[in-house]
């Protein structure tokens, strides 16, 4: 198992996708950071911007995963480690972790970026260390949960270009549903009806009115456990926790705890499915 995991790895590391797409996400948070900077005239706050990369984490799994795993299916690769005597439960975890490793180090390039232009101008944190080191454990356990859905598609899926198409689509479809689903939990059971303003514009007479966009009752339970259970959630609820005035929730020092538990769950069902479907699969 070490062996295959080590030549899996330093295969990956010869990937120029994953340099690529490294390099990419660098200059994403160097970009972000310059221009949080660019808008303050001393130190500023980066808080804002250290999690903007995790909503992109899908796309960024299912680019690189369906072109590794594809090209070991175009190149026989798989083939030749079944034949060498290799299990598939070592040939889909030795994929899985490799997989996970370059997602969370793409990741930590952006997280790179940040850190280098913030140091260099006078950059700091608003937000309390501990909070910010768990949203950042559950960043890293969202780029894992990508990669596991993104692993078992490329591992059940033989034919490389339309593993690309199919993970681009399931990336796009969560990053879509997600932030729908955000933008309707977010919506105020309340809102402002200005009944009359005096000659200078100003609302002399306000009345507050029920929201028809409102969801409650169970509907909102509903929704806000697929929030949190889609790692696509929670990166949209991790981009707009923070701003340049700090945490914007408060309520979000609590819910680190609950995501790490979905983002172990998904990963677990995702690596047992598929698994169990790549031990079935017919390999010519």
Known sequence: MNRLFASTFFRMLKKIVFWILLICMFAYGVYSASNVASEASAGFAIDGCVFEFAPFMGLVAAVFISLFVGSEYSD???????????????????????????????????????????????????????????????????????????????????????????????????????????????????????VSVNEVGVPTQVEQLPNPLYIDGTSRTVLEVVNDLFPSGQAMQLADAFDSEGITNKGIENDPYQWIGYSLLVILLTSGMGIALFRKKEIR
Do not use: W
Request: glycine share 6%.
């Open 76 to 194: 026989g690769t798989i083939r030749n480690k079944l034949v060498v005597g290799h299990s598939r439960m070592q040939i889909y975890l030795a994929n899985l972790i490799v997989c996970s490793i370059a997602c969370v180090l793409i990741s930590l390039a952006y997280a790179a970026g940040i850190i280098m232009v913030g140091s260099s101008k006078g950059g700091e944190l608003l937000t309390e260390t501990s909070i910010v080191s768990m949203c950042l454990i559950c960043s890293v356990l969202v780029s894992i949960a990508f990669a596991s859905i993104m692993t078992m598609l490329a591992m059940l899926n033989t034919n490389k270009a339309g593993n690309v198409v199919v993970s681009m689509i399931l990336a796009l479809v969560l990053l879509v549903s997600s932030s729908y689903i955000y933008q309707r939990l977010g919506e105020p059971e309340m809102y402002d009806n200005y």
